[in-house]
């Protein structure tokens, strides 16, 4: 039987909370259940998204092998960052652009900070999170940190960060459905190619994640392409 829309967006944000606790606070209250949970989520989602098997294909082995060093982060942002941007898809087809946008800026934000933890600059996002930057000046800093190291889309990866975040932090409610429907698809679109370029950059760095990115930039594709 299919799953529902709300009833998958509900286990997503369940489970990945969960594996976001395990993974950086410790947390082993679900133990093996996780797994399970997690290997459904993202069988259920690749069926709901129709993406072909890529989904599940790249994150059951992570699921499987949660206990063995990055598998579990990676995951993380596979599941989390696949179903953020497919669920915005959803919304924007449900006519709530700014839940869409809102959605877009989640994964982009999170993707950034994928970025920082794995290149060396995690200060970035604990000065942003810290109250002490704004997200247009953190992504700045990541941009000229980024730059030298031969990382040529550095400027056009913060001015898309930016400019996702900034459309789901600053959404203007008082502009036309056409101007608030394009905003969100914008978003969506502009979101999906800074999870790619992420993976990009870390992988030019020697930090890339463990799942295949040629099946990665397919699921975004095929997630964007539901507009």
Same mark, same amino acid.
């Given at each position: ?75 993380? =942002? ?68 980024? =730059? ?80």
């Amino acid at each position: 039987m299919a799953v529902s829309f709300s009833t998958l967006d509900k286990r997503f944000e369940r489970d990945t909370r969960a594996l976001h606790d395990f993974l950086w606070r410790g947390a082993t209250e679900r133990g093996p259940a996780l797994t399970s949970a997690l290997v459904k989520d993202a069988h259920d989602a690749d069926a709901f998204l129709r993406l072909a098997g890529l989904l599940r294909k790249n994150a059951e082995p992570l699921a499987k092998g949660l206990t063995k060093p990055g598998n579990g982060e990676s995951l993380f =942002e596979l599941l989390d960052h696949s179903w953020g941007l497919g669920s915005a898809t959803v919304l924007a087809s449900k006519r709530d652009f700014r839940g869409a946008a809102g959605r877009a800026k989640e994964v982009v934000g999170s993707a950034s900070i994928g970025v920082c933890a794995n290149t060396g600059c995690f200060e970035f996002v604990e000065e942003w999170e810290g109250g002490k930057t704004d997200f247009d000046t953190y992504a700045g800093k990541l941009a000229a940190f980024l =730059e030298p190291k031969g990382v040529l889309d550095a400027p056009q990866f913060k001015r898309m960060l930016t400019a996702v975040y900034n459309f789901g932090m600053n959404w203007n409610g008082a502009a036309s459905q056409f101007e608030q429907a394009l905003a969100a698809r914008a978003s969506i679109a502009g979101g999906g190619w800074c999870l790619l370029t992420a993976v990009s950059i870390r992988e030019m760095l020697g930090a890339a994640p463990r799942f295949s990115s040629s099946d990665y930039a397919k699921i975004i594709d095929r997630i964007v392409a539901r507009l």
